[in-house]
């Protein structure tokens, strides 16, 4: 961006500058700290100038918006069009419970719901297995057959409203429960808009919540993939997500490069199976953590839409600017929210909502500040998204599209975590000879990517207990605390009453009709058909969760029973 001229100007005047300003200062007082680097220990400079940026090129590295290579945004007017969806994370209890939140949500401004389920739903059991017992409705709502989803949307309109539903190992059942509601509220179903997470490929790599193995799992991922593109076209099939991988304890170029290579792996399966990426292409979307270090993570959002704008086309021959451009939602970083004087908490979720704003996210979820405690009450859910509403309505952040493009120091970062990921993608691609599917899936069974999260993990922890990361109220400015904030407690007979409408739903559905429905997915299973139809109708019949996923399981084995013997 500079000629040489320029920046031998530059150059002189930093040296110049360095002995006759800097050193004195440095020789009198010193600095905070010998070494200053980001949550993921990159380190970084004490100034950054035109020479940290000599190689870029305006229009083919940085750029404008809504336009290659996408570094400020995937729209010309980002948020000064439309804000991003305020999406917080909510589920409790029975549909009943939830409902009622989802609507309070609602009524207090937000403006996309998103659905958290509890672990039996997550695992595709039914409240009334015997290891579901004591986690019915604890950390997310209960859903065994389509009742539930009914009961869980009464009073809002399908057509009007965006939902996200962050589930894996059962998504597609929770996928056709949705379909099946919307074809109860005669909505069409090209209408419906929403996300599913769907992400199996970071579940083996970090949250760990799964049915089958691997590639039967990458199978289900793509028949929704493929049967959402030509139904439900306006649903995102797959979230494909960095923000477990973060949570898991990984750096920011890890989260970043490990699932911009899920991505991949899923484009390409796609791709074997004959379908077009410019068709289904658009349908994928993103979703990373942010964490504490500012502008780290702004440098982060900033690289994954130029790698994934570049790889799309040059990798896998998308045509459209809609197959290009990656669109993700965001969360704020879980692992940073302390039990320790939490609401200190309410600070880092600003800065790191603020950090997402400013890195272009599509949609916004910020952790309660209670959230290291217990699920969220409602008061910490109204501050939580409270904070979002700040940062759009009073804050100017929204006001300027990428305001931080053009800063040395933020783009010398978004150079920098670039080249990192794309060297792991680059280790992950040679794993697959050339297959980023069969090197993510290669990296899965080795344990490569459970290896590199768990050494940054072990890192940062060592950086902690020894004082060079701080924590503020954890290993720095500590106090006494003898108060706790009121924390949201699940009702004991939560499980009874949902255990209760499961049997109701068994007594009053036909179970000729249920067993026949359970008969075509399994004939689908074993034909190598996409297995949606049957699934929604057999969720239109009220098979349940159980039974649907028992399915899969008889077919291909349960995955824990084959790690076990392994």
Same mark, same amino acid.
């Given at each position: 961006?500079?000629?040489?001229?320029?920046?031998?100007?530059?150059?002189?005047?930093a040296a110049e500058w360095e002995t006759e300003r800097r050193d004195p200062v440095l020789d009198a007082y010193g600095e905070r700290q010998d070494r200053f680097a980001t949550v993921s +220990?990159?380190?970084?400079? &004490?100034?950054?100038?035109?020479?940290?940026?000599?190689?870029?090129?305006?229009?083919?590295d940085i750029g404008f918006p809504g336009e290659p290579p996408y570094t400020r945004g995937v729209y010309p007017t980002m948020h000064r069009g439309r804000t991003w969806t305020m999406r917080?994370?909510?589920?409790?209890?029975?549909?009943? @419970?939830?409902?009622? &939140?989802?609507?309070?949500?609602?009524?207090?401004?937000?403006?996309?719901?998103?659905?958290?389920?509890?672990?039996?739903?997550?695992?595709?059991?039914?409240?009334?297995?015997?290891?579901?017992?004591?986690?019915?409705?604890?950390?997310?709502?209960?859903?065994?057959?389509?009742?539930?989803?009914?009961?869980?949307?009464?009073?809002?309109?399908?057509?009007?409203?965006?939902?996200?539903?962050?589930?894996?190992?059962?998504? #597609?059942?929770?996928?056709?429960?949705?379909?099946?509601?919307?074809?109860?509220?005669?909505?069409?179903?090209?209408?419906?808009?929403?996300? %599913?997470?769907?992400?199996? =490929?970071?579940?083996?790599? $970090?949250?760990?919540?799964? !049915? !089958?193995?691997?590639?039967?799992?990458?199978?289900?991922?793509?028949?929704?993939?493929?049967?959402?593109?030509? +139904?439900?076209?306006?649903?995102?099939?797959?979230?494909?997500?960095?923000?477990?991988?973060?949570?898991?304890?990984?750096?920011?170029?890890?989260?970043?490069?490990?699932?911009?290579?899920?991505?991949? $792996?899923?484009?390409?399966?796609?791709?074997?199976?004959?379908?077009?990426?410019?068709?289904?292409?658009?349908?994928?979307?993103?979703?990373?953590?942010?964490?504490?270090?500012?502008?780290?993570?702004?440098?982060?959002?900033?690289? #994954?839409?130029?790698?994934?704008?570049?790889?799309?086309?040059?990798?896998?021959?998308?045509?459209?600017?809609?197959?290009?451009?990656?669109?993700?939602?965001?969360?704020? #970083?879980?692992?940073?929210?302390?039990?320790?004087?939490?609401? +200190?908490?309410?600070?880092?979720?600003?800065?790191?909502?603020?950090?997402?704003?400013?890195?272009?996210?599509?949609?916004?979820?910020?952790?309660?500040?209670?959230?290291?405690? $217990?699920?969220?009450?409602?008061?910490?859910? &109204?501050?939580?998204?409270?904070?979002?509403?700040?940062?759009?309505?009073?804050?100017?952040?929204?006001?300027?599209?990428?305001?931080?493009?053009?800063?040395?120091?933020?783009?010398?970062?978004?150079?920098?975590?670039?080249?990192?990921?794309?060297?792991?993608?680059?280790?992950?691609?040679?794993?697959?000879?050339?297959?980023?599917?069969?090197?993510? =899936?290669?990296?899965?069974?080795?344990?490569?990517?459970? &290896?590199?999260?768990?050494?940054?993990?072990? @890192?940062?922890?060592?950086?902690?207990?020894?004082?060079?990361?701080?924590?503020?109220?954890?290993?720095?400015?500590?106090?006494?605390?003898?108060?706790?904030?009121? %924390?949201?407690?699940?009702?004991?007979?939560?499980?009874?009453?949902?255990?209760?409408?499961?049997?109701?739903?068994?007594?009053?559905?036909?179970?000729?009709?249920?067993?026949?429905?359970?008969?075509?997915?399994?004939?689908?299973?074993?034909?190598?058909? +996409?297995?949606?139809?049957?699934?929604?109708?057999?969720?239109? $019949?009220?098979?349940?969760?159980?039974?649907?996923?028992?399915?899969?399981?008889?077919?291909?084995?349960?995955?824990? @029973?084959?790690?076990?013997?392994?």
């Amino acid at each position: 961006m500079f000629d040489e001229d320029e920046l031998d100007k530059i150059r002189e005047s930093a040296a110049e500058w360095e002995t006759e300003r800097r050193d004195p200062v440095l020789d009198a007082y010193g600095e905070r700290q010998d070494r200053f680097a980001t949550v993921s +220990n990159l380190e970084v400079d &004490r100034l950054y100038t035109p020479d940290d940026v000599e190689d870029m090129d305006f229009e083919e590295d940085i750029g404008f918006p809504g336009e290659p290579p996408y570094t400020r945004g995937v729209y010309p007017t980002m948020h000064r069009g439309r804000t991003w969806t305020m999406r917080q994370f909510a589920g409790f209890g029975t549909a009943e @419970e939830t409902n009622e &939140r989802f609507h309070y949500l609602i009524d207090e401004g937000q403006t996309g719901l998103s659905t958290a389920f509890d672990m039996p739903t997550l695992m595709g059991i039914d409240s009334d297995h015997k290891m579901s017992r004591g986690e019915v409705g604890k950390e997310g709502v209960a859903v065994d057959t389509l009742r539930d989803m009914e009961i869980l949307f009464d009073g809002i309109d399908l057509g009007e409203v965006s939902t996200s539903f962050t589930i894996n190992p059962s998504a #597609a059942v929770i996928y056709a429960m949705y379909i099946a509601l919307a074809d109860q509220q005669d909505v069409p179903r090209e209408e419906i808009r929403g996300t %599913l997470q769907n992400d199996m =490929l970071k579940e083996f790599i $970090a949250q760990k919540e799964w !049915v !089958v193995p691997p590639e039967p799992s990458l199978r289900v991922v793509t028949d929704i993939i493929e049967f959402s593109a030509e +139904n439900t076209p306006k649903f995102k099939p797959v979230s494909i997500s960095g923000y477990h991988i973060r949570e898991a304890g990984s750096t920011a170029v890890e989260e970043l490069a490990f699932t911009l290579a899920d991505g991949m $792996a899923y484009v390409e399966d796609c791709l074997d199976r004959g379908m077009d990426i410019d068709e289904f292409g658009p349908t994928l979307s993103f979703f990373f953590n942010s964490h504490n270090s500012f502008f780290e993570e702004i440098a982060k959002f900033r690289a #994954a839409r130029r790698i994934w704008g570049r790889v799309t086309e040059e990798w896998y021959d998308a045509e459209t600017e809609a197959a290009r451009k990656l669109k993700f939602h965001t969360q704020t #970083a879980g692992q940073s929210l302390t039990a320790q004087q939490p609401l +200190n908490n309410i600070s880092r979720v600003t800065i790191q909502a603020l950090a997402a704003v400013l890195g272009g996210t599509q949609s916004l979820h910020t952790n309660s500040y209670d959230e290291a405690l $217990a699920l969220p009450s409602e008061e910490a859910v &109204r501050v939580a998204l409270r904070t979002q509403q700040i940062i759009a309505e009073e804050s100017g952040a929204a006001d300027i599209v990428d305001p931080l493009g053009g800063s040395f120091a933020v783009e010398s970062l978004t150079n920098e975590v670039e080249e990192e990921a794309m060297e792991y993608i680059e280790e992950i691609k040679e794993m697959g000879d050339g297959s980023m599917k069969d090197g993510v =899936l290669r990296g899965i069974q080795d344990g490569y990517f459970q &290896r590199e999260i768990q050494e940054s993990a072990y @890192e940062y922890q060592e950086r902690v207990e020894r004082g060079e990361e701080t924590v503020v109220g954890v290993n720095k400015y500590e106090i006494e605390e003898d108060t706790e904030p009121e %924390l949201l407690q699940v009702d004991k007979e939560t499980e009874r009453r949902q255990k209760d409408r499961l049997a109701q739903v068994k007594d009053e559905r036909d179970e000729e009709v249920v067993e026949a429905t359970l008969d075509e997915l399994d004939d689908a299973i074993r034909n190598g058909d +996409n297995v949606v139809p049957p699934i929604i109708d057999a969720v239109k $019949a009220y098979a349940t969760m159980g039974e649907i996923m028992g399915v899969f399981e008889d077919q291909y084995g349960s995955y824990q @029973e084959t790690l076990s013997v392994a």
